[in-house]
């Protein structure tokens, strides 16, 4: 768990799964399997096995130790919807995460038909509350689908992160989607993000009322482009409402 992310738009990163595999062209120069290959076979490093998938128990219960509220992004280093994590395991993050509602989280997942189904399962009379925010990746227009699972998904807040661009998104739907972000691919293989991508997003935001947050250019590494779009920051957020009280889902998610 990481206090103080050099993310932009999160507070802290909790790992209760660690390691993932390929599934897209958006993957193909991934910071966390580059940083996780680093360490493969150092004893004792928390990535002694590299970027292998791998349940972390041990680490379910960290938010709870936070009195502070942040916001918290959830598996930064991995994808919680993973066709290997166990559902019995993602009931246990989904648990800790409705216990502890003074923070705030933020699930991210290429796998949006998977998380479509176990949110529609979980909270099958309402919808994941409003302090558990769910998400997708899209990378360009072939992953635009992932819109629509999530937009079929009953969670209070929706939001996409469309990161790494490397290719137009066209036209997409913002319909129920309460956050954009948006940004360029860094590292040694950097992709190209163009300008017109960018603004053609955040206009089409605009125009239906989304926030939009402009995260960075990209390049060698994620600050050498620094984040100004037209002379300046966006860092739009969520417009959400007060929290409601959590409801204990335990019994029907393990159904």
């Not at 990481?2 to 390929?22: H, L, M, Q, Y």
């Not at 193909?28 to 940083?35: I, L, S, T, W």
């Not at 992953?143 to 939001?159: D, E, K, S």
């Amino acid at each position: 768990m990481a206090d103080n992310s050099a993310i932009e738009w999160t507070d802290a990163t909790w790992n209760p799964v660690t390691g993932c595999t390929k599934i897209t062209r958006g993957c193909d120069n991934c910071y966390a399997a580059r940083f996780a290959e680093r360490w493969r076979g150092v004893p004792g490093h928390p990535y002694e096995q590299g970027f292998d998938l791998k349940e972390w128990p041990e680490r379910l219960d960290q938010p709870a130790r936070w009195k502070k509220p942040r916001m918290i992004f959830v598996n930064s280093m991995s994808d919680l919807f993973h066709k290997r994590v166990r559902q019995e395991f993602i009931n246990e993050v989904f648990d800790r995460m409705e216990d502890a509602n003074h923070h705030t989280y933020q699930v991210l997942t290429k796998r949006s038909s998977l998380m479509r189904n176990y949110l529609k399962h979980r909270y099958a009379d309402g919808a994941a509350p409003g302090h558990i925010w769910c998400g997708v990746s899209v990378e360009d227009s072939a992953a635009t689908a992932r819109i629509r699972h999530l937009q079929a998904a009953p969670a209070a807040v929706r939001f996409l992160s469309i990161e790494p661009l490397i290719g137009p998104v066209g036209e997409i739907d913002l319909t129920g989607i309460s956050w954009v972000i948006v940004g360029g691919e860094s590292g040694p293989n950097a992709r190209l993000m163009r300008e017109e991508w960018v603004c053609d997003i955040r206009d089409r935001c605009a125009r239906a009322k989304v926030p939009f947050f402009f995260k960075q250019w990209g390049g060698k590494t994620p600050k050498a482009g620094g984040r100004l779009l037209d002379d300046r920051e966006w860092n739009e957020l969520p417009r959400i409402a007060a929290p409601e009280p959590a409801v204990d889902t335990r019994q029907r998610a393990a159904a």
